[in-house]
């Protein structure tokens, strides 16, 4: 079930880093079953979808921080998941590289429809979203911009 409905984004990538970019994104798909064919298909849509088409053979070392994370977000959406997480996404990265690595994903969760849920501390992120929610004193409640 989770390979095929949820795909994760962790606050640091965990890329594999003895596999290009390519590799790391068509990974879940090979594991799920197809083709390598299929997979890298996927792979490199969605790569150049995040701006990466250029660095499909690079290894994680060979990339920055932002595109790192860019490459992880095209590896959890591999799989068309129904439901995205994503903890302190860009928790790693420098503000501006950050703004525009949300914005990819943003903008990646809404055109292929898939619901994302975003762990934060980023409130200038936060305020981007369609609902927000603060866990205070271990509730969850409605957030309200202050």
């Known amino acids: 079930m989770r390979l095929a409905t949820v795909g994760f984004v962790y606050q640091f990538h965990h890329l594999l880093p003895e596999f290009s970019a390519l590799e790391n994104v068509a990974m879940p798909a090979r594991i799920a079953g197809k083709s390598w064919g299929d997979a890298r298909k996927r792979a490199e849509e969605l790569l150049g979808q995040l701006g990466l088409a250029a660095r499909v053979d690079h290894q994680p070392a060979q990339l920055s921080g932002g595109e790192q994370q860019r490459v992880a977000v095209a590896r959890a959406l ?59 004193d271990g509730h969850l409640e409605p957030w309200k911009a202050p």
Not at 97 to 103: A, I, L, P
Not at 106 to 118: E, H, K, N, Q
Request: glycine share 6%; no cysteine.
């Open 78 to 136: 591999a799989n068309n998941p129904k439901v995205l997480l994503a903890d302190e996404p860009t928790g790693n990265l420098d503000p501006t590289t950050s703004g525009s690595v949300f914005q990819s994903l943003f903008d990646l969760a809404r055109s292929t429809g898939v619901s994302a849920l975003i762990a934060t501390h980023n409130l200038e992120l936060a305020h981007h979203m369609d609902r927000v929610f603060a866990l205070t």
